[in-house]
């Protein structure tokens, strides 16, 4: 029966996510930006039936999904350096079906994450304030630059991304010595149970205010290039605040979904939202990442973690190349 509810709830999601997006696509027709782009997009990939770049999104969106949980990464940082480098998408499309690419990994894992007590509302919500205020900046600086200056920037972002996970690393319980004044006063601490040692973990921050400000620019790098920001949270919620790695990832996911909703509004209001891309691309990353989760436990994560390091350097070469007028 709990099986049966969640798969209509599923269900029902993907439904009213169609039925918003078809409302946002219609809508689009009466602003002139958007207009002249989705024809120029139309333009392009008019040589094929409707049906096959839907199709490809579907298959590509799925091994991605696949991929994302096996390398510990965020959906939408494949999604966008890939689509908008090998697809013949218009990049402002691809942004927007990224961070809704996201915005749905988010929502599906968020829930059951706070209901584990592994996501922190406490450290989520200065921190999603922040970012999400932000991310609406990032996303209305994203459309109003010429494609070319984004595809750049976006070919340098993923190849610093690609810099960022072959030297981060991960500490499971970060040596916090005392909390700072501002982490006290907000009351960002907290108690886990970690089953892996059997025992309850006691834990708080330290640096909140270096880690607010860095938030500012994580907010603005996923609202301008539709990435989702997984990558950058978890990083500055571990390394630099000492959260435990498992309370970083978890709160991490929870800040995705008020992140991602922010830039996601822009984008939808600005008609770069497209239904028969943005629909085939979640469902697609949604069963992915469940495929993901079975084969987690079979295989070896590094390996593919490597695989993923090659794959986004390959892309964020070609849009680095392809912003510059090269490739």
């Known amino acids: 029966?709990?099986?049966?509810?969640?798969?209509?709830?599923?269900?029902?999601?993907?439904?009213?996510?169609?039925?918003?997006?078809?409302?946002?696509?219609?809508?689009?027709?009466?602003?002139?930006?958007?207009?002249?782009?989705?024809?120029?997009?139309?333009?392009?990939?008019a040589q094929r039936a409707w049906w096959f770049w839907p199709l490809i999104l579907l298959v590509l969106s799925f091994v991605l999904g696949v991929f994302a949980v096996l390398a510990g990464v965020g959906g939408g940082v494949l999604y966008v350096p890939i689509v908008s480098g090998f697809l013949p998408f218009h990049l402002d499309f691809v942004r927007g079906a990224g961070l809704?690419?996201?915005?749905?990994?988010?929502?599906?894992?968020?829930?059951?994450?706070l209901r584990k007590g592994m996501a922190d509302l406490r450290l989520a919500i200065p921190m999603a304030l922040i970012a999400s205020t932000c991310a609406i900046f990032g996303a209305m600086i994203g459309l109003a630059l010429p494609t070319h200056i984004v595809q750049t920037l976006l070919g340098a972002t993923i190849l610093g991304i690609v810099v960022i996970m072959i030297k981060a690393k991960k500490s499971e319980f970060p040596d916090v010595p005392e909390a700072d004044a501002l982490s006290q006063a907000l009351r960002i601490n907290g108690i886990y149970h970690e089953p892996t040692i059997k025992k309850d973990v006691e834990w708080k921050v330290h640096r909140t205010p270096m880690a607010l400000i860095l938030f500012v620019l994580i907010g603005i790098m996923a609202g301008m290039f539709g990435l989702g920001a997984g990558w950058a949270n978890v990083p500055v919620l571990n390394l630099l605040m000492g959260a435990p790695i498992k309370i970083s990832v978890a709160t991490s996911k929870f800040l995705l979904s008020i992140t991602d909703t922010s830039a996601a509004w822009i984008y939808l209001n600005n008609g770069a939202v497209l239904p028969l891309m943005v629909v085939p691309s979640?469902?697609?990353?949604?069963?992915?990442?469940?495929?993901?989760?079975?084969?987690?436990?079979?295989?070896?994560?590094?390996?593919?973690?490597?695989?993923?390091?090659?794959?986004?350097g390959i892309a964020g070469l070609k849009a680095l190349l392809k912003g510059l007028g090269i490739g």
Do not use: D, N, W
């Open 1 to 45: 029966m709990v099986r049966l509810l969640k798969s209509s709830h599923i269900v029902s999601t993907l439904i009213m996510l169609f039925i918003l997006f078809s409302v946002a696509a219609v809508s689009a027709s009466q602003i002139p930006e958007a207009a002249s782009v989705a024809a120029e997009t139309a333009e392009t990939v």
């Open 100 to 113: 809704i690419v996201a915005l749905a990994g988010a929502l599906a894992a968020g829930p059951g994450l």
């Open 282 to 312: 979640v469902i697609g990353i949604m069963f992915g990442s469940f495929v993901g989760v079975k084969i987690l436990a079979v295989t070896k994560p590094a390996i593919i973690r490597i695989l993923v390091i090659v794959v986004l």
